[in-house]
């Protein structure tokens, strides 16, 4: 449909999330060690044929796109060929995402295959991706894709009992103030997580307890990404075994809490629940808009942070929208 009606970029979102969200499957798959190899490996087969696809027709999409709008100005329009030229950088530029989606499916084809060479090659691909990015303004997709060309390393690491990880911290080193500085919440999180996890192999309990911690007081800020319970075990179970090396009991004790707390009040509200009470229904699909507008929001701020653009007005907006679903959220837990 959307490409009926010209809205190629709204075709290119649908398409992209497609892959996520079975990525998303892929993931939870793995952690099950579910006996299902041979139906995921199809699966990935075929999503790799359709991205083939999709790669060859996306210029020629975009192309028709550009002279049907140019066209509703000028019926005679013809696209010139400098015009031809920035197209081409532009759906190049666009590509950069599916060239990351296409490493992503050889790393998940590497893991349901044990295979170490596609594992290895997954990363090959994701530094080539990471270089050519280099050539065009830098946006959140590069450190997305940076993100997980971390989060891969340091998994063939494990798989191969390499227990060299300089090169790894070093790489964050480059990366991680940039971070801080465009306000990449979620990938920062992620980045402290895979650090903890560094040092808690190395048995550096209290660096591993230092990343743990920045994980963890940063949750509510990350929903969308530990929304299941295999997505935070192991964080909670190496946070807790850190504390419990160092004799941190009553630690234990507050982060147990701190997770409860979590559940309760951010978990919680991130799925779409219907309840019998229509005054209690309202106000939590009003907590969950409100949370959408927030995460829409964040987007915004960290987009324009890499532009260097002013975000005095999102900062404002997203104080307000944060002090209106903390209220909201009172009143619903006192109401349930």
Not at 144 to 159: A, E, H, V
Not at 211 to 217: A, D, G, I, S
Request: proline share 0%.
């Amino acid at each position: 449909i959307a490409l009926e009606n010209n809205f190629s970029k709204e075709y290119f979102t649908n398409f992209k999330n497609m892959y996520y969200v079975f990525f998303d499957e892929l993931e939870y798959s793995l952690y099950l060690n579910a006996n299902n190899n041979s139906q995921y490996l199809n699966k990935i087969k075929q999503f790799q044929k359709k991205l083939s696809s999709f790669k060859r027709e996306y210029y020629k999409i975009r192309e028709t796109e550009y002279i049907n709008n140019r066209k509703t100005e000028n019926p005679n329009y013809r696209l010139t060929e400098e015009e031809r030229i920035q197209l081409t950088r532009q759906v190049n530029l666009e590509l950069i995402d599916f060239y990351h989606i296409e490493a992503l499916l050889t790393y998940y084809e590497s893991k349901f295959l044990h295979q170490i060479n596609l594992h290895k090659k997954s990363i090959e691909l994701l530094k080539v991706i990471l270089k050519e990015y280099k050539n065009y303004k830098i946006s959140r997709s590069y450190y997305s894709i940076y993100l997980n060309y971390l989060r891969i390393l340091f998994d063939l690491k494990q798989i191969t009992n390499d227990t060299s990880y300089e090169d790894i911290l070093n790489e964050i080193n480059t990366i991680y103030f940039d971070f801080i500085e465009f306000g990449l919440n979620t990938e920062l999180i992620e980045l402290n997580h895979i650090l903890g996890d560094i040092y808690f192999i190395k048995k550096d309990y209290d660096t591993a307890i230092y990343y743990y911690k920045e994980v963890f007081l940063h949750l509510d800020k990350n929903i969308y990404i530990y929304n299941r319970w295999d997505k935070i075990e192991l964080l909670l179970n190496k946070y807790i075994y850190s504390l419990w090396k160092k004799k941190l009991y009553r630690e234990i004790v507050l982060i147990k809490e701190q997770f409860r707390y979590f559940i309760i009040h951010h978990l919680f509200f991130i799925n779409k629940i219907q309840f019998k009470d229509i005054k209690l229904n309202k106000l939590f699909n009003e907590i969950h808009q409100n949370i959408q507008q927030i995460k829409y929001l964040n987007q915004l701020y960290v987009e324009r942070r890499i532009d260097k653009k002013d975000v005095k007005g999102i900062k404002e907006k997203l104080e307000v929208l944060r002090n209106q679903l903390l209220e909201r959220k009172k009143v619903f837990i006192k109401e349930v």
